[in-house]
């Protein structure tokens, strides 16, 4: 069996997938310490807390434009191979 090179667009896709994941993992981990310092905090979250919930709404932003990448990517590897 012999395998194919990998296209530039199916290098992007694969690229942009792993990125997100990693964004996602990266922002689950500071929902998690921020709910840990909100939770200790309580009644009264400190500006760090808030602070880790900004951190993590950033990460997931990167992890959403990662994604528009992959889509993207997706639909030009698509297109290319139906026109082969």
Known sequence: ???RAATEEEIALYDAIERAIANVRAALAEI???WVRI?????N???VAFAA???ADEM???AREDLARARTAL???TQRRSTQ
């Not at 939770?39 to 009644?43: I, K, L, V, Y």
């Open 45 to 47: 979250p400190t500006a």
């Open 60 to 62: 997931l932003t990167v």
């Open 39 to 43: 939770t200790a905090e309580r009644p």
């Open 32 to 34: 998690d310490y921020a």
């Open 53 to 55: 919930l900004d951190t």
């Open 75 to 77: 639909a030009v590897h």
């Open 1 to 3: 069996m012999t395998s």
